[in-house]
């Protein structure tokens, strides 16, 4: 059974960082491209930033570019998202993913979800 938890959200000030940790279980991790999405109330679950099974390629988004950043560890089956210059607009609940050969941005091309963690930035 494949499982990805979330961990590492909560409420940060505006400008402060905050890291976020998924793990992986009931996967071969390493051969999957893991993701970072959000949703916020109103809104449409939308791609964070994404990175290749290898690591060596990232997508992000172009309101996060210069802020966030992901990262793996296909030792610990765990991805990460480490977010600096938080902005009351990054409030949301953040999503992992795994997907094989994944369109970085087409949703349904993502196999597995986390359940999310939330995010609140206050201003």
């Known amino acids: 059974q494949v499982q990805l938890v979330e961990s590492g959200g909560g409420l940060v000030q505006a400008g402060g960082s905050l890291r976020l940790s998924c793990a992986a279980s009931?996967?071969?991790?390493?051969?999957?491209?893991m993701g970072w999405f959000r949703q916020s109330p109103g809104k449409e679950r939308e791609l964070v930033v994404a990175?290749?099974?290898?690591?060596?390629?990232?997508n992000h988004a172009d309101s996060v570019k210069g802020r966030f950043s992901i990262s793996r560890d296909n030792v610990k089956n765990t991805v990460y998202l480490q977010m600096h210059s938080l902005k009351p607009e990054d409030t949301a609940v953040y999503y992992c993913?795994?997907?094989?050969?994944?369109?970085?941005?087409?949703?349904?091309?993502?196999?597995?979800w986390g359940q999310g963690t939330q995010v609140t930035v206050s201003s």
């Open positions: 993913a795994a997907g094989y050969n994944t369109a970085y941005s087409a949703i349904g091309s993502w196999e597995y």
């Open positions: 009931g996967v071969s991790f390493s051969i999957y491209d």
């Open positions: 990175i290749n099974r290898s690591g060596l390629y990232t």
